[in-house]
């Protein structure tokens, strides 16, 4: 049986883009304006962390990044087969990967934006069956 | 040196904390009382907040479905997106961005795709007008990951039946290199079934009284490739399967409070102190909402395989769904009498124990004879909840519950009037509740976890 990972590797479709995408939040600001998205987070100490991000830069960054892993992903699957007789129904892709940054050598900050998108196969029409 | 560098980082990060909307104390506290903020200019901010972080995502969501597309066939499609809302310690709301220590999520969002958009990609790629709709089960949204990692079974399951049901996964496991004894993880997965089907089976005999009742319990196992199973990850112990047992409502079951077990007694007074939640059920049937269609509690199994809420993360180990039966009244007066409290599984530790000296709840050690049970790894206790606070919790559930639904509506109202295309539509909203060791209920903060979560199933 062919292994899932061998022919679709999520985490290398998804990490350079995704990091890239994380790195502008690492930069985001401590003082808002209008519409500024807020990003929340705790400490080590258990404090609170609030920073902003545009909300135009937030939803232009994300779209593409995740509008890019989802056009890769439902063409991966689209050519996709099991060996034997299995059969491939949906595919659930979370993005709750959590980078480190490393901003000094005692202190790293985990980045971590949680979506998840969920393929299926595009159900064939009533006529077509 | 550690903590200086990250108390001067954290300082030049924290300097605006104060202008973010912030959810009333009340919502996020271990308290009774009643805030109803609802004019205050402090919820018209949240109110405000709220729905620009939802716009930004629905934004986003929209622009992921109309990205341009240059295939000319295509076999699979984005079905729903899944994505968050995060409420730290003071109550701030925002996006989940960045933690040292692990974070709990408030509030859960599914986008599903709209008949309309499902509609037009058939028409794109299979070129047909006759176009079929996709019956898409909310339980399944729920669940999120695919059903080839779930193992179902009953009280009336028996062993060979069993075996047949956990076959094609032992065999997956094998043949992707997860388990290399076969034999003895078969065997020990079975003993674990069983073990499930020992506690729960007097589930089954449950009486009829309450609309709302328990179908089914979710729970995890961890195994690793020698073959051993256990219900909580351990050191090398890190693939994960999900067993779900289902229970049989028999017809003629109408046992006496004196004939129940205390499981079925507990599983029983939630059922009754569901109802508080009623007003979320029923009425607005004419009109779009968010309906609140199940429920699901965070459950663990005392060293003497009593049940209780778990709050401890060791003692967690699966979840019980409840739903309300369609049409059934809420007939108080067959509501049969039970006890006041109900159990919740916590640390045994000198903080809890105060906590509970000065709010006079009963408590116990979990303790067991048997070595193998989770009960002697992590020092726990039983605490005896009051279900009066409980029903109080959930009437103040039910306030954050109408307003983390009005926005979206309002909202969507909005796109429609403006005739703006829609790919995915808001389908379900998660919320997710902290409970009290005194049975009071909060949102659950970054610092709390959410062992009630709500889920509010959009109606049209």
Same mark, same amino acid.
């Given at each position: 049986?062919?292994?899932?990972?061998?022919?679709?590797?999520?985490?290398?479709?998804?990490?350079?883009?995704?990091?890239?995408?994380?790195?502008?939040?690492?930069?985001?600001?401590?003082?808002?304006?209008?519409?500024?998205?807020?990003? $929340?987070?705790?400490?080590?100490?258990?404090?609170?962390?609030?920073?902003?991000?545009?909300?135009?830069?937030?939803?232009?960054?994300?779209?593409?990044?995740?509008?890019?892993?989802?056009?890769?992903?439902?063409?991966?699957?689209?050519?996709?087969?099991?060996?034997?007789?299995?059969?491939?129904?949906?595919?659930?892709?979370?993005? @709750?990967?959590?980078?480190?940054?490393?901003?000094?050598?005692?202190?790293?900050?985990?980045?971590?934006?949680?979506?998840?998108?969920?393929?299926?196969?595009?159900?064939?029409?009533?006529?077509?069956? | 040196?550690?903590?200086?560098?990250?108390?001067?980082?954290?300082?030049?990060?924290?300097?605006?904390? %104060?202008? %973010?909307?912030?959810?009333? @104390?009340?919502?996020?506290?271990?308290?009774?009382?009643?805030?109803?903020?609802?004019?205050?200019?402090?919820?018209?901010?949240?109110?405000?907040?709220?729905?620009?972080?939802?716009?930004?995502?629905?934004?986003?969501?929209?622009?992921?479905?109309?990205?341009?597309?240059?295939?000319?066939?295509?076999?699979?499609?984005? @079905?729903?997106?899944?994505?968050?809302?995060?409420?730290?310690?003071?109550?701030?709301?925002?996006?989940?961005?960045?933690?040292?220590?692990?974070? %709990?999520?408030?509030?859960?969002?599914?986008?599903?795709?709209?008949?309309?958009?499902?509609?037009?990609?058939?028409?794109?790629?299979?070129?047909?007008?006759?176009?079929?709709?996709?019956?898409?089960?909310?339980?399944?949204?729920?669940?999120?990951?695919?059903?080839?990692?779930?193992?179902?079974?009953?009280?009336?399951?028996?062993?060979? /039946?069993?075996?047949?049901?956990?076959?094609?996964?032992?065999?997956?496991?094998?043949?992707?290199?997860?388990?290399?004894?076969?034999?003895?993880?078969?065997?020990?997965?079975?003993?674990?079934?069983?073990?499930?089907?020992?506690?729960?089976?007097?589930?089954?005999?449950?009486?009829?009284?309450?609309?709302?009742?328990?179908?089914?319990?979710?729970? /995890?196992?961890?195994?690793?490739?020698?073959?051993?199973?256990?219900?909580?990850?351990?050191?090398? &112990?890190?693939?994960?399967?999900?067993?779900?047992?289902?229970?049989?409502?028999?017809?003629?079951?109408?046992?006496?409070?004196?004939?129940?077990?205390?499981?079925?007694?507990?599983?029983?007074?939630?059922?009754?102190?569901?109802?508080?939640?009623?007003?979320?059920?029923?009425?607005?049937?004419?009109?779009?909402?968010?309906?609140?269609?199940?429920?699901? &509690?965070?459950?663990?199994?005392?060293?003497?395989?009593?049940?209780?809420?778990?709050?401890?993360?060791?003692?967690?180990?699966?979840?019980?769904?409840?739903?309300?039966?369609?049409?059934?009244?809420?007939?108080?007066?067959?509501?049969?009498?039970?006890?006041?409290?109900?159990?919740?599984? /916590?640390?045994?530790?000198?903080?809890?124990?105060?906590?509970?000296?000065?709010?006079?709840?009963?408590?116990?050690?979990?303790?067991?004879? /048997?070595?193998?049970?989770?009960?002697?790894?992590?020092?726990?206790?039983?605490?005896?909840?009051?279900?009066?606070?409980?029903?109080?919790?959930?009437?103040?559930?039910?306030?954050?519950?109408?307003?983390?639904?009005?926005?979206?509506?309002?909202?969507?109202?909005?796109?429609?009037?403006?005739?703006?295309?829609?790919?995915?539509?808001?389908?379900?909203?998660?919320?997710?509740?902290? $409970?009290?060791?005194?049975?009071?209920?909060?949102?659950?903060?970054?610092?709390?976890?959410? $062992?009630?979560?709500?889920?509010? $199933?959009? @109606?049209?």
């Amino acid at each position: 049986m062919k292994k899932i990972g061998e022919i679709m590797n999520f985490k290398r479709l998804g990490v350079i883009p995704l990091v890239l995408g994380l790195l502008f939040i690492a930069s985001c600001k401590d003082k808002r304006s209008a519409d500024d998205l807020p990003f $929340v987070g705790m400490g080590e100490e258990g404090e609170s962390i609030v920073r902003y991000v545009p909300k135009g830069r937030y939803i232009k960054r994300f779209s593409s990044v995740m509008g890019d892993i989802s056009e890769k992903s439902t063409e991966k699957l689209d050519k996709f087969e099991f060996a034997e007789s299995w059969i491939l129904k949906r595919v659930s892709l979370g993005l @709750q990967l959590v980078f480190e940054v490393g901003l000094t050598d005692f202190f790293k900050w985990e980045i971590e934006p949680s979506f998840e998108l969920r393929f299926e196969e595009l159900p064939k029409p009533t006529a077509a069956l | 040196m550690k903590i200086k560098i990250y108390t001067l980082l954290m300082s030049f990060l924290i300097s605006s904390a %104060a202008s %973010a909307a912030k959810l009333p @104390q009340a919502w996020i506290t271990d308290t009774l009382e009643d805030p109803s903020f609802d004019k205050s200019t402090e919820m018209i901010e949240l109110e405000k907040e709220y729905d620009n972080i939802l716009d930004a995502k629905s934004q986003l969501v929209e622009k992921i479905a109309t990205k341009k597309q240059e295939r000319k066939n295509r076999k699979w499609y984005l @079905q729903s997106i899944k994505s968050e809302i995060e409420i730290e310690s003071v109550g701030t709301i925002g996006i989940g961005a960045f933690a040292s220590v692990k974070i %709990a999520t408030a509030v859960e969002f599914i986008w599903n795709r709209t008949k309309e958009s499902m509609r037009k990609l058939q028409q794109k790629y299979y070129g047909a007008s006759d176009v079929s709709t996709v019956d898409k089960s909310v339980e399944k949204e729920i669940n999120g990951s695919s059903d080839q990692d779930t193992i179902r079974f009953n009280s009336a399951t028996s062993t060979p /039946d069993l075996e047949k049901e956990i076959a094609p996964f032992v065999e997956a496991s094998f043949k992707l290199g997860k388990i290399k004894d076969k034999k003895l993880f078969k065997t020990n997965l079975i003993a674990k079934i069983n073990d499930y089907q020992k506690v729960l089976s007097d589930l089954d005999g449950m009486p009829k009284y309450t609309p709302w009742w328990v179908y089914k319990f979710q729970f /995890d196992l961890y195994f690793d490739a020698s073959g051993k199973v256990l219900p909580f990850m351990s050191v090398g &112990v890190g693939v994960g399967l999900k067993l779900e047992w289902y229970r049989i409502r028999k017809k003629n079951s109408d046992k006496s409070v004196k004939e129940m077990s205390d499981n079925s007694k507990f599983i029983m007074a939630m059922a009754q102190d569901f109802e508080t939640l009623d007003k979320l059920t029923l009425g607005k049937k004419k009109k779009a909402h968010y309906g609140l269609q199940y429920l699901k &509690v965070g459950i663990g199994i005392g060293a003497k395989g009593q049940l209780g809420v778990a709050k401890l993360k060791g003692h967690l180990i699966g979840s019980a769904f409840f739903r309300r039966a369609k049409n059934h009244p809420n007939n108080k007066i067959r509501r049969v009498k039970l006890n006041n409290t109900f159990p919740i599984i /916590d640390a045994y530790n000198s903080e809890n124990l105060a906590y509970a000296k000065e709010n006079s709840i009963e408590v116990e050690p979990n303790v067991s004879s /048997d070595k193998s049970r989770i009960g002697d790894r992590i020092k726990s206790g039983i605490f005896k909840a009051s279900r009066a606070n409980f029903r109080k919790g959930l009437k103040k559930a039910i306030k954050m519950a109408n307003f983390w639904s009005r926005v979206p509506l309002r909202r969507q109202a909005k796109r429609i009037a403006r005739g703006k295309e829609q790919h995915f539509d808001l389908k379900i909203i998660e919320l997710e509740l902290e $409970v009290y060791l005194r049975g009071t209920v909060g949102v659950a903060t970054l610092e709390g976890i959410g $062992v009630l979560e709500l889920f509010l $199933v959009k @109606q049209s």
